[in-house]
């Protein structure tokens, strides 16, 4: 990839950051402080750790995760499928360091006790996500490991263009109605509408792309 290079150099630049902020919330927090680590659907904390795991738990997840990622773009054996697919794989990385950087701001932020509505936080992070990598999930091609895969999508160029331009706007359609129960402040519902969001995306999907499948005569052929 032409931009691999810039996304690991802003990864680190991320993960600086994360680690800096740590380092100031360090010396405010009591050595014997619990600070809040998990919420429930509600928003509500429902377990508490220490001061290592609640200030560095998240850029250590956020380093391994990158590493995975661009691990996979080294093994993916549709590479020429995959380097076309670039500019949303680019996009991808940058929403999801986004992501993470403003969830640790945040939860550093509640373990300092600024009151802070992580669900509000959380609804339109995820809200805007989703909103994005909708808008360019069909600009992705064919590939292993990035994308709606299906046994069918992963057979037939037709199956996957088309199931995912449909998975594009059902990805922003759930985005929107995320955000705007994030807005309303109803966490709750906000976490079913995503749950349900993702359960109708993944079901239509493969649906979808099956019946795309079945209808491709280039796929039909080579099955014959």
Known sequence: MK?????LGLTA?????????SAWAW???PADAQVPVHWNAAGEVDRYGGKVEG?????????GLMVLVAFITRIEPRRGNFLQSE????????????????LHVTTTGIALGY????????????????IVLGNFMGKIRSTYTFGIRTPWTLDSDLSWNKTHRLGGKLFMATGALVLLTAV??????????????????VSVSMVYSYIVWKNDPDAQARRA
């Open 13 to 21: 630049v991320t993960l600086l950051l994360m680690l800096l902020i």
């Open 27 to 29: 010396g405010q927090i």
């Open 87 to 102: 500019k949303a794989f680019t996009m991808f990385w940058y929403v999801l360091l986004l992501f993470f950087l403003m």
């Open 115 to 130: 009151n802070i509505p992580l669900p509000l936080v959380i609804g339109v992070g995820i809200g805007l996500m989703f």
């Open 55 to 63: 200030l560095l738990l998240s850029p250590i997840i956020t380093a």
């Open 184 to 201: 309303l402040g109803s966490s709750i519902l906000m976490f079913w509408v995503l749950m349900g969001g993702i359960l109708i995306t």
């Open 3 to 7: 931009n691999l290079r810039k996304l």
